[in-house]
């Protein structure tokens, strides 16, 4: 929901959770684990909607989640921002005026990083708009802890956060 009232419960609003036990008990042969929490606010606050534990496929080259892509490279992970119609308005652009595609980091093994975006978007139903907070973490480990997010704080942090009016 937009709007000052609300604006600073969203700010307050934790940015990482509990992994799944399916997440913290996987097999590395089923891929890589994606935990994946929709939460809706609106005037009577926060509401879990859906909470998912899924793989990635071990077998693909790169892996696509939202407007972030993820590359194994040797011992690391490539993570790059790929603006897309899904990531919503404003369209972002690099200084070539092309769609923005930036490298964001790579994580080593023991390496935390956060990507956040956000976008603008409007319901085909009602023609209403939407504001959407996607917020990406990513640890480089074969740690099993279900508070492995929420005991640390990121190593890394790339933010494409624009204003949505």
């Not at 399916?22 to 929709?38: A, D, F, M």
Request: hydrophobic share 30%; proline share 4%.
């Amino acid at each position: 929901m937009r709007g000052a009232p609300y604006s600073s419960l969203r700010n307050r609003y934790s940015k990482a959770f509990l992994l799944s036990e399916s997440i913290v008990n996987h097999e590395s042969w089923r891929g890589i684990p994606y935990h994946s929490l929709l939460i809706i606010q609106d005037k009577s606050g926060f509401r879990n909607i859906s909470n998912q534990s899924s793989f990635l496929e071990a077998s693909e080259a790169d892996f696509k989640k939202g407007c972030v892509e993820i590359v194994p490279k040797e011992a690391k992970y490539e993570l790059t921002f790929k603006y897309s119609h899904y990531c919503g308005k404003p369209a972002r652009y690099d200084k070539k005026y092309h769609l923005l595609a930036e490298k964001v980091f790579e994580l080593s093994p023991g390496e935390y990083g956060r990507i956040l975006y956000n976008g603008r978007h409007i319901a085909t139903d009602t023609g209403e708009w939407y504001y959407e907070l996607h917020i990406l973490n990513a640890f480089h480990t074969k740690e099993r802890n279900p508070k492995l997010f929420v005991n640390r704080s990121p190593l890394k942090e790339y933010r494409q956060l624009e204003v949505l009016f």
